[in-house]
């Protein structure tokens, strides 16, 4: 049996849950409190020396992180990720991006508006992360007008993008400047096997 | 023929540059001045969306971008590459890694410190950064002190966390604290086919 060490509100964590739920995969989730250093412990740095959540581990000694690489590792042989290999090309493509240009911009503004107090986050980085968010949904809007997915059907790269940015708000962006994303939200939340983020 | 859409100092330019010589794989280089906005032109941005350095153009129309996917299409296939899909996912682990925990603590500050006057950047920042930096330095000696390379045997793992990391010192960085690190370095320089970041 997979065990999922997570945490409820990590966007990366229910990147994987989500995927999960779709599969129709069962799964023990574990609840690791990182605002109380429960992804920094011996224990949990020997499952995965960086100490972050989600981690998978696979019941047989063996440990996944990094949300996407656990994506693509859950997906292969499934319709959620192209066996062509270009498509599977611009899906590597799209988690990159979303890892490298999306996350830390939008993920990362919301986690201090909800979780730290003014003062304990510079103001200037925030200001300068969010314009970097902005540009990030720039780049899926601009996708997204010509396309229904980033891929040619639902699959990882969607799951990997919509985790944050259906929470971009709360890191203070506004989506409605960006109406092919919010009809892509729409279509991403009808897709079966869906559940939100507090399902675990 | 490739062309390569890349600025030379640029560590994720390289890792493609490296890679594509290891293959003895030839290709067109054009320099791309990021400085100079050369990568935010409306013709850049018909190839590559996001604005960004390393671009991959395949010459019938398609391009390819984000340094570690690029990797892993031109790996594909290759001893770069291991097929066995368990030490795939560990590659791919290791390349979400190197994009979101080391390249912007490593890469970043040596940016800010090679081509911004102080004042340009965010000193507080900076201090911040560097220490996630260290951080990402320690997981992977951990790695290093029990394995030779980030996969079974030399590959992409190992090409994208060389190029920012031999030159960490840049960015701040005091390697000699990382014996492992710099042993492993040394045998990355042994490879064959090895080429310094100056050559295109």
């Given at each position: 049996?997979?065990?999922?060490?997570?945490?409820?509100?990590?966007?990366?964590?229910?990147?994987?849950?989500?995927?999960?739920?779709?599969?129709?995969?069962?799964?023990?989730?574990?609840?690791?409190?990182?605002?109380?250093?429960?992804?920094?412990?011996?224990?949990?740095?020997?499952?995965?020396?960086?100490?972050?959540?989600?981690?998978?581990?696979?019941?047989?000694?063996?440990?996944?992180?990094?949300?996407?690489?656990?994506?693509?590792?859950?997906?292969?042989?499934?319709?959620?990720?192209?066996?062509?290999?270009?498509?599977?090309?611009?899906?590597?493509?799209?988690?990159?991006?979303?890892?490298?240009?999306?996350?830390?911009?939008?993920?990362?503004?919301?986690?201090?508006?909800?979780?730290?107090?003014?003062?304990?986050?510079?103001?200037?980085?925030?200001?300068r992360?969010q314009q970097a968010?902005r540009?990030?949904?720039?780049?899926?809007?601009?996708?997204?007008?010509?396309?229904?997915?980033?891929?040619?059907?639902?699959?990882?790269?969607?799951?990997?993008?919509?985790?944050?940015?259906?929470?971009?708000?709360?890191?203070?962006?506004?989506?409605?400047?960006?109406?092919?994303?919010?009809?892509?939200?729409?279509?991403?939340?009808?897709?079966?096997?869906?559940?939100?983020?507090?399902?675990?």
């Open positions: 049996m997979l065990t999922l060490y997570d945490f409820k509100s990590s966007g990366n964590g229910y990147k994987v849950r989500l995927l999960l739920h779709q599969l129709r995969q069962p799964f023990i989730y574990l609840e690791t409190n990182i605002l109380k250093g429960e992804s920094r412990t011996p224990q949990f740095l020997e499952m995965n020396p960086n100490g972050k959540v989600p981690t998978l581990a696979l019941g047989d000694g063996r440990y996944l992180a990094e949300s996407n690489a656990i994506l693509l590792y859950l997906a292969e042989g499934t319709g959620f990720l192209p066996s062509d290999p270009w498509q599977r090309s611009k899906v590597h493509e799209w988690l990159f991006f979303e890892q490298y240009s999306h996350e830390p911009n939008i993920a990362t503004p919301r986690f201090w508006k909800n979780y730290l107090q003014v003062g304990e986050y510079d103001e200037r980085e925030l200001k992360r968010g540009d990030a949904l720039g780049v899926m809007e601009r996708h997204l007008r010509e396309n229904e997915f980033f891929s040619s059907q639902y699959g990882v790269a969607d799951i990997a993008l919509y985790a944050y940015t259906h929470k971009a708000y709360e890191g203070g962006q506004t989506l409605s400047d960006f109406p092919a994303i919010e009809t892509w939200l729409a279509r991403v939340r009808a897709q079966p096997g869906h559940v939100t983020m507090e399902v675990v």
